[in-house]
């Protein structure tokens, strides 16, 4: 890979500091490894169950899921266990979300350790290789659906937990509270509502979410940024009804020719974003090479990349537009008529520092402005998420800096991940003085949310035992130091 300084990957700013006290880092190390074979096993019979959060699936698929979680986390030793929903606006219950809480010793700080536990649908089973619920090792990795999003985060939770509860024993006086959601896939619909009616359960020292992605196979990434989010559809109308395509067709065009002459212009000749009044920034501590990338994200040979700058700026701290659907009339359905309207979702990433309202509003703006022939164009906005920076000076960034490295036996470096969490926004707004560290299991070969999902078995068990350095590490912090 192609970084920013010399040829090897570059740790965070500063040398990363452990903690004050000695860790014991081979007992830990240890009693993770010793316990392995457990914790794979496990997560195989988490991948079993089908838990999908979305109202077209088997809402009691979701429910066995937290269930199951629920006893995982008794049987760790979370002396408090409960399975906790709220309501989405529109009065219908939202996933089922499991809460462990471990109360701090006098004078310790609480970590809270977020995963989720539902999952995405498996889409077309034609395309996996393996059965997307049924766990299966090959090559030195797991597959299947949920394998490593966000089952494994579920497990190097629980597997820290353990090591750290068997290592430190008596020792281990700081409060750790498990959060495991339950409809993260879906959108999180009740998240904000279940901070505010939960807050106080939920209140922590550190914060992390085990979500996101290493730097590679081998290398170990904290992700230090994360794009915004904004996303809705638009409608581009032309008749009042269908008509004859061959008595009508000439004087005006179909909704779906002008709707694809408005994506056009969505993006300039080189492909970047060509929306007036969004933040651009080109800055990366690590760069993908163009082979490494096109081999990561399977692009096709002849395929130009698109966009200017480097490939991590490109996908961490500049804007992403994609048309993620349109509605139009499917092809084995298709009459010869004049179709009158069409319509497209949009999903655009943001860079860190953008403000979704005033994206979402330059969006607006642009589709109006540049209506083809002058079709009706109606603009729906959906959903709005802020981009994310951690602040790399924390104490817990640091320590976790030094867990990843320690962990893994290489430096870790900072990365941004082009995806989105909205709701990190929530957690920051409602508890301001909170530090949180977004790590993962998952690598560039994941295939998160696609087909043949899988999990890099060695880098998972390098995650719980990073985790378990981490907990060891805050146990030897004084509260909010």
Same mark, same amino acid.
């Given at each position: 890979?192609?970084?920013?300084?010399?040829?090897?990957?570059?740790?965070?700013?500063?040398?990363?500091?452990?903690?004050?006290?000695?860790?014991?880092?081979?007992?830990?190390?240890?009693?993770?490894?010793?316990?392995? &074979?457990?914790?794979?096993?496990?997560?195989?019979?988490?991948?079993?169950?089908?838990?999908?959060?979305?109202?077209?699936?088997?809402?009691?698929?979701?429910?066995? %899921?937290?269930?199951?979680?629920? *006893?995982?986390?008794?049987?760790?030793?979370?002396?408090?266990?409960?399975?906790?929903?709220?309501?989405?606006?529109?009065?219908?219950?939202?996933?089922?979300?499991?809460?462990?809480?471990?109360?701090?010793?006098?004078?310790?700080?609480?970590?809270?350790?977020?995963?989720?536990? /539902?999952?995405?649908?498996?889409?077309?089973?034609?395309?996996?290789?393996?059965?997307?619920?049924?766990? +299966?090792?090959?090559?030195?990795?797991?597959?299947?659906?949920?394998?490593?999003?966000?089952?494994?985060?579920?497990?190097?939770?629980?597997?820290?937990?353990?090591?750290?509860?068997?290592?430190?024993?008596?020792?281990?006086?700081?409060?750790?509270?498990?959060?495991?959601?339950?409809?993260?896939?879906?959108?999180?619909?009740?998240?904000?509502?279940?901070?505010? !009616?939960? +807050?106080?359960?939920?209140?922590?020292?550190?914060?992390?979410?085990?979500?996101?992605?290493?730097?590679?196979?081998?290398?170990?990434?904290?992700?230090?940024?994360?794009?915004?989010?904004?996303?809705?559809?638009?409608?581009?109308?032309?008749?009042?009804?269908?008509?004859?395509?061959?008595?009508?067709?000439?004087?005006?065009?179909?909704?779906?020719?002008?709707?694809?002459?408005?994506?056009?212009?969505?993006?300039?000749?080189?492909?970047?974003?060509?929306?007036?009044?969004?933040?651009?920034?080109?800055?990366?501590?690590? /760069?993908?090479?163009?082979?490494?990338?096109?081999?990561?994200?399977?692009?096709? &040979?002849?395929?130009?990349?698109?966009?200017?700058?480097?490939?991590?700026?490109?996908?961490?701290? *500049?804007?992403?537009? %994609?048309?993620?659907?349109? #509605?139009?009339?499917?092809?084995?359905?298709?009459?010869?008529?004049?179709?009158?309207?069409?319509?497209?979702?949009?999903?655009?990433?943001?860079?860190?520092?953008?403000?979704?309202?005033?994206?979402? &509003?330059?969006?607006?703006?642009?589709? !109006?402005?540049?209506?083809?022939?002058?079709?009706?164009?109606?603009?729906?906005?959906?959903?709005?998420?802020?981009?994310?920076?951690? /602040?790399?000076?924390? *104490?817990?960034?640091?320590? %976790?800096?030094?867990?990843?490295?320690?962990?893994?036996?290489?430096?870790?470096?900072?990365?941004?991940?082009?995806?989105?969490?909205?709701?990190?926004?929530?957690? *920051?707004?409602?508890?301001?003085?909170?530090?949180?560290?977004?790590?993962?299991?998952?690598?560039?070969?994941?295939?998160?949310?696609?087909?043949?999902?899988?999990?890099?078995?060695? #880098?998972?068990?390098?995650?719980?035992?990073?985790?378990?350095?981490?907990?060891?590490?805050?146990?030897?912090?004084? +509260?909010? #130091?």
């Amino acid at each position: 890979m192609t970084l920013s300084s010399d040829s090897r990957p570059s740790a965070a700013a500063g040398t990363p500091t452990g903690p004050a006290t000695a860790v014991p880092v081979d007992a830990l190390r240890a009693a993770v490894e010793n316990n392995f &074979d457990s914790t794979l096993n496990t997560l195989c019979s988490l991948v079993a169950i089908p838990g999908i959060a979305w109202s077209s699936f088997d809402a009691s698929q979701l429910d066995r %899921s937290a269930d199951a979680v629920a *006893k995982l986390a008794t049987a760790a030793g979370f002396p408090e266990v409960r399975i906790l929903r709220c309501n989405k606006e529109d009065g219908t219950p939202g996933g089922p979300a499991v809460v462990a809480r471990r109360p701090a010793a006098a004078g310790k700080p609480t970590i809270l350790l977020y995963a989720h536990h /539902d999952v995405q649908p498996p889409g077309d089973s034609a395309l996996w290789e393996t059965q997307p619920f049924v766990a +299966q090792e090959r090559d030195g990795r797991l597959y299947g659906r949920g394998a490593a999003d966000d089952k494994a985060g579920v497990m190097a939770h629980l597997g820290a937990f353990a090591a750290a509860k068997e290592v430190l024993g008596e020792d281990f006086g700081l409060g750790v509270t498990l959060f495991i959601e339950g409809e993260e896939e879906a959108g999180s619909p009740t998240f904000r509502t279940f901070l505010e !009616t939960y +807050q106080e359960e939920l209140r922590a020292d550190v914060i992390v979410v085990a979500d996101s992605s290493n730097w590679q196979v081998g290398i170990p990434a904290l992700t230090t940024s994360l794009r915004g989010l904004v996303d809705g559809t638009f409608e581009v109308r032309v008749l009042e009804h269908a008509v004859h395509s061959g008595m009508f067709g000439g004087p005006v065009l179909d909704a779906p020719t002008l709707l694809a002459r408005l994506i056009a212009t969505l993006h300039d000749d080189e492909g970047s974003v060509a929306i007036e009044g969004l933040v651009f920034r080109d800055e990366a501590d690590v /760069d993908l090479t163009e082979e490494e990338f096109r081999r990561d994200a399977s692009v096709l &040979d002849g395929v130009q990349l698109a966009g200017t700058g480097s490939i991590s700026s490109r996908m961490w701290t *500049k804007p992403a537009l %994609s048309i993620i659907g349109i #509605d139009a009339p499917a092809v084995n359905v298709a009459s010869n008529t004049l179709i009158p309207s069409a319509r497209a979702k949009f999903s655009m990433r943001l860079a860190p520092g953008q403000d979704p309202q005033a994206a979402m &509003d330059a969006l607006e703006k642009h589709l !109006t402005a540049h209506a083809p022939f002058g079709a009706q164009v109606t603009f729906t906005p959906g959903e709005m998420g802020t981009a994310f920076q951690t /602040d790399t000076k924390s *104490k817990a960034a640091s320590l %976790s800096l030094w867990a990843l490295g320690e962990a893994w036996g290489v430096p870790a470096v900072e990365t941004g991940i082009g995806g989105s969490i909205p709701f990190i926004a929530d957690l *920051k707004e409602l508890y301001p003085d909170v530090q949180i560290l977004v790590t993962g299991v998952e690598d560039p070969d994941s295939r998160a949310h696609s087909a043949n999902e899988s999990l890099h078995i060695g #880098d998972f068990k390098n995650a719980v035992v990073a985790e378990a350095l981490l907990l060891a590490g805050l146990n030897t912090e004084t +509260q909010r #130091d």
